[in-house]
């Protein structure tokens, strides 16, 4: 309100956004205009450090003020404002901008465009004139260059005003809305909240067929919108009726045809608004009446073979049409938000995520990726030309399919650029039934497996996706449990079910902290998708009065997130209790150890024990037998999901160093089962208790004590990334200890021991004063 009313004052015509028409009849303002603008952004930071990165050039010319060089980054060549949208940054403002126009020039560029007749554009270098105002692109091999039509509406360059402060609100018209809203942030935008995300546009397309299943739809919101980037936008361009591409009678099974409701709920769970969503009766797209294409489609009427039939030429017609589709939704939309999308994702309807996405930062999105042609993830510079520049070829009598011409080889052209990223989890999802092509599995990936882990071919594939229970209507899976059934859990559905007990032990303050426990509730308690008995055997800081209050009352809190009750809780009060209780004398041999190494090694064995302890008390009172057991340090950050529980042999002890150990349970007795008068003599000896497990270097596990020793980001993990996609250590320190969310809470505050110290050096107390001593 106070830069509206300083503007104002300076520019009575104006406001805020600063319409292009007030702007054209206040030419006489333009010194005041930018002070007035710049007074806006002093105001709206003020007190925080800033500087100006960019300047903003201007001439004046018959009468329209128009920005006409805009730097776009440091390093960087500057365009043209009719070329590109760009982004000025004042420090931690970002602006974005586009050119400026009058109202009288946009309304005889929109009069002269209705009274021309229509023109067919050249598709071949995708570069025509198109009447839903197209941006128009080049191959990104003759460089790539995006020009706004003159059709596109224009927007003044201080109407988008995007603060990087964390708590800085925005108003909803002011950019895309997303499908989701949320009180607080997710761990996805958590952990990458040091990287701008990018404006995604996810279309769903394509014939229908599985995508109303419970499986398939569910699978693409947990595991690749809310993973990926849970503030997106979504669309969806469907056809009901199926119908195969291929005439072979070993593959020529069709769906049965789904309600309309059915499938219009399951695009609404996606997030699709009801105007981004495009329900096609179908089974077949429309084919072009091209003169020169007729002989071609003559032929093809008789002939049986797959390249050659027509039921493979209208596999091409549908394939492009829906992408087609899926851009003219998009391009309406960025008409009405008067912003581009930056990257546009495009999946297959049939489709299943079988495991979460990474968080968006971990891929580098500004190339393009793919997986064959169910799966595309590109900038939207390069969209256009990818999803409708084959479209505008076929339908607009440019080239047709050849006789014996594969569609993979038709569409070549415009894809050879983009690489083919094949640890993604994606799998098109038939049904297990005779005639139907179930032949895909070879493209199912178990990515950072370990050698006893399940093979992904042979072992993972059909019970998770085609052969899958839930791979079925929701009204037709047994029980309701279509509804309350979280992805993870459906896709090993059909795998024997596992008891896993989990202990998070060390200390309390940590655990405390929600960067930290959503970070293992999410991506580890809920990704597995198992039945989890969660135990903590943690100290609590000593204090009194109301510094008691509080922290028994955070710890209250979040055990009844994790549905820890008081009999699955051990609550010390100082580190003291470990070392009575490890009152064993020191008799000599194993390697020489520090006092405060051996301290460390007596505190974890006393925390191991303890949480068996509490584990075997549940077994007696519940009568319930536990299969495996994961101890985790209360510090562990799990900075992506797992994958889900079948995806990993259980039997197989492994580890992740000494912060993270799952075993069968038995194994895990035999291993930290340990006396108090046993215990200072296993402190020494040279091998660790579960030093023999299996390490399992892909495991996304990072804890905040780690800060403190030398190289912490060596054992940050990216599994599966392409050697474009940001290296672990250009993410490491951004993603988890530099992090704004957890650094929010971690103020140093009184330790078990006396000290003060952050969350960083709160899980073991004993050690913790090194942790200071190091910083």
């Known amino acids: 309100q106070a830069c509206e009313f300083v503007c104002e004052r300076m520019c009575p015509l104006s406001s805020l956004g600063f319409r292009t028409m007030a702007l054209g009849q206040c030419t006489n303002c333009v010194g005041l205009w930018i002070f007035a603008s710049l007074l806006c952004a002093l105001w709206l930071n003020l007190g925080a450090k800033w500087e100006l990165r960019h300047i903003l050039s201007f001439s004046q010319n018959a009468g329209n003020l128009r920005p006409y060089r805009v730097g776009t980054g440091e390093g960087e060549n500057r365009t043209d404002v009719a070329q590109s949208h760009a982004v000025v940054q004042l420090g931690p403002l970002e602006i974005q901008h586009g050119g400026l126009a009058t109202v009288a020039e946009r309304n005889r560029t929109k009069h002269r465009e209705e009274s021309e007749p229509q023109r067919l554009p050249n598709a071949t270098s995708a570069a025509g004139a198109r009447d839903d105002a197209r941006t128009h692109v080049q191959s990104p ?14 927007q003044s360059p201080w109407d988008r005003i995007v603060s990087n402060a964390s708590k800085q609100v925005q108003n909803p018209s002011d950019r895309i809305v997303s499908n989701t809203s949320q009180d607080s942030p997710s761990i996805t935008q958590m952990v990458c909240s040091a990287f701008k995300p990018p404006s995604v546009a996810v279309c769903v397309h394509g014939t229908a067929r599985s995508f109303a299943h419970v499986l398939v739809y569910r699978s693409q919101k947990e595991n690749l919108i809310n993973a990926f980037l849970p503030d997106v936008k ?22 049965e045809d789904v309600p309309e409701n059915d499938l219009r709920g399951a695009a609404e769970y996606l997030g699709a608004k009801p105007q981004d969503i495009r329900i096609l009766e179908g089974p077949n797209a429309d084919l072009p009446t091209c003169p020169s294409y007729q002989e071609n489609f003559e032929k093809r009427k008789h002939k049986t073979s797959h390249v050659e039939s027509m039921a493979h030429l209208n596999s091409l017609a549908g394939q ?35 495991f979460p996405f990474k968080p968006f930062c971990m891929y580098d999105v500004s190339k393009p990726r793919r997986v064959r042609d169910w799966f595309y993830l590109a900038p939207r510079a390069s969209a256009d030309f990818m999803f409708s520049a084959p479209h505008d070829q076929f339908f607009n009598c440019t080239k ?31 049904l297990d039934r005779p005639h139907f092509p179930n032949n895909m599995c070879d493209r199912f990936r178990n990515p950072g497996r370990l050698q006893s882990d ?4 042979d072992k993972l594939c059909g019970p998770m996706t085609y052969q899958n229970p839930f791979n079925k209507l929701a009204k037709e899976v047994s029980g309701g449990e279509g509804s309350s059934t979280s992805a993870s859990r459906m896709v090993c559905s059909m795998f024997k079910p596992r008891t896993v007990a989990l202990c998070l032990h060390g200390g309390a303050q940590a655990l405390s902290h929600p ?9 580890l308690m809920d990704a597995l998708g198992t039945s989890i008995t969660t135990f903590f055997h943690v100290v609590q800081a000593s204090s009194s009065g109301e510094d008691k209050k509080s922290s028994d009352a955070m710890l209250s809190l979040v ?10 809780m051990k609550v010390a009060s100082n580190d003291q209790e470990a070392l009575h209780w490890c009152d064993g004398k020191n008799t000599g041999g194993g390697r020489a150890l520090s006092d405060i190494d051996t301290n460390q090694r007596k505190l974890q064995l006393w925390h191991h024990q303890g949480c068996l302890a509490l584990i075997e008390a549940e077994e007696r009172r519940s009568n319930v037998h536990f299969h495996t057991v994961i101890f985790a340090r209360t510090d562990v950050v799990v900075y992506v999901a797992v994958k889900p529980v079948c995806m990993y042999n259980l039997k197989t002890p492994r580890r992740f160093k000494d912060w993270l150990f799952m075993a069968p349970i038995d194994v895990a007795r035999q291993s930290f089962s340990v006396s108090g008068q046993d215990c200072s003599q296993r402190a020494l000896d040279k091998q660790a208790p579960g030093s023999n497990y299996t390490e399992d270097r892909s495991l996304p596990i990072m804890i905040m004590e780690a800060k403190g020793t030398e190289q912490p980001c060596r054992a940050f993990a990216s599994v599966g990334a392409m050697r474009s996609d940001p290296k672990p250590e250009q993410l490491c320190n951004a993603m988890v200890f530099e992090n704004k969310f957890a650094k929010a809470e971690a103020e140093p505050s009184k330790g078990v021991l006396g000290s003060s110290r952050g969350v ?8 913790s004063d090194t942790c200071i001593r190091g910083a």
Do not use: W
């Open 141 to 154: 091999d003759s460089g790539a260059i995006s020009a706004v039509s003159t059709k596109k509406q224009v």
């Open 400 to 430: 047709n399919l050849r006789m014996g011409e594969n569609v993979d080889a038709y569409i070549a052209p415009f894809i050879h650029h983009v690489a083919e990223d094949g640890n993604l989890p994606i799998m098109i999802t038939r």
């Open 515 to 523: 960067f930290i426990h959503k970070s293992q509730k999410e991506n």
């Open 760 to 767: 960083g050096c709160a899980t073991y107390a004993i050690v």
């Open 234 to 255: 979504v669309f969806v361009h469907i056809t009901r009726k199926d119908a195969r591409g291929d005439p072979s009678p070993q593959f020529s099974a069709v769906f």
């Open 454 to 457: 399940p093979e992904p071919e």
């Open 559 to 568: 055990a009844n997130a994790f549905g820890v009750d008081a009999q699955r």
């Open 320 to 354: 492009l049409s829906h992408r087609e589709g899926c851009m003219a939704l998009i391009r309406t939309e960025e008409q009405r938000a008067r912003r581009k999308f930056s990257v546009v994702i495009m999946v297959r309807a049939d489709i299943t995520i079988y």
